[in-house]
């Protein structure tokens, strides 16, 4: 019974994330050509002929036809593929991360199915819908700014209300920590943007104030902080291979979403590491 629970949730759990994921990316595609978001048909992008709703089934529909248009047979992009897979496993990984405690302050701690299922109640649910809810949201953001170099303020100003419903559903970070983290890591890149016109992007910035909110402080230094390494590893890694010039501008707030991402899962996890360091042996 246990062992039949775990895998039927486990299922269910990707299924979610999968399809959820997916409608994203065919929103951030939409939304980056400009195209009506919500009206029309799912069609293939070189031919132009709707899908039947077997295409449209997330990983399966890609691994059954070969990532090619059953009709004119251009490939599909992989990348809807992988974003697919991507949102099942995070589906998995934060039920099981955030199902028990909800809170972002407690280190990782993956229940089981059981120890979830035991105590689960309404509000529970509305704390692993915030955590999910944020994700897509981040999801989006780095779908649609990777391709358009903008995080349009309208994502901006979800993810501030999803962080301040989090403030509700999800305990353990005082509301002081998440008030100075709306503020610790945008004002001093905002600062920086006035004395240097242009180093930040407007967007980036209030990225860092939405999810900030959510996150606290500690965790929003530890987002930016993660977001910066990537973000300058990838910038010298084109500046070695000489796919990108000096003083060419790639996109940050990808780089930003996944040390939001990160930050959430194992952010306490990894200032608790980093401060054990500090402490004599
Ligand atoms: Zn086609």
């Known amino acids: 019974m246990k062992l039949f629970l775990t895998i039927f949730t486990g299922i269910a759990l990707f299924i979610i ?6 409608f994203i990316n065919i929103f951030a595609d939409r939304y980056a050509e400009k195209l009506p978001l919500m009206k029309g048909a799912i069609t293939c992008p070189n031919c ?3 899908k039947k709703f077997y295409e449209m089934i997330p990983i399966l529909s890609f691994l059954f036809f070969w990532g090619e248009c059953k009709h004119c047979g251009v490939k599909l992009s992989r990348r809807g593929f992988c974003n697919e897979l991507i949102g099942g ?3 998995e990984l934060l039920f099981f991360r955030f199902g028990e405690t909800m809170s972002l302050a407690t280190p990782c701690r993956f229940s089981t199915v059981l120890d979830i299922s035991l105590d689960f109640s309404f509000y529970k649910l509305l704390g692993l819908l915030t955590v999910f809810a944020m994700f897509a949201m981040l999801d989006l953001v780095l779908l649609v700014d990777a391709r358009t170099m903008e995080i349009p303020n309208i994502f901006n100003y979800i993810i501030f209300g ?6 509700l559903t999800m305990p353990g970070i005082g ?3 998440h008030l100075i983290g709306f503020v610790c890591t945008s004002l001093p890149l905002f600062l920086i943007t006035l004395a240097i016109p242009g180093a930040f992007g407007g967007g980036d910035i209030r990225l860092l104030a939405a999810t900030g909110l959510m ?5 929003a230094v530890l987002a930016l902080f993660i977001g910066i390494v990537t973000g300058g590893l990838y910038g010298l890694f084109m500046l070695v291979t000489k796919k990108l010039k000096r003083g060419d501008h790639f996109p940050f707030g990808p780089y930003l979403c996944f040390g939001v991402g990160i ?3 194992a952010g306490t996890d990894i200032i608790n590491w980093y401060l054990s360091l500090a402490k004599p042996a």
């Open 89 to 91: 496993l995070i589906a």
């Open 48 to 50: 132009g002929r709707e």
């Open 263 to 265: 930050a959430a899962v």
């Open 215 to 219: 996150l606290g402080w500690k965790l």
């Open 17 to 22: 994330g999968a399809t959820t994921f997916s």
């Open 175 to 177: 509301w002081l920590s």
């Open 162 to 167: 999803i962080s301040v419903f989090s403030m």
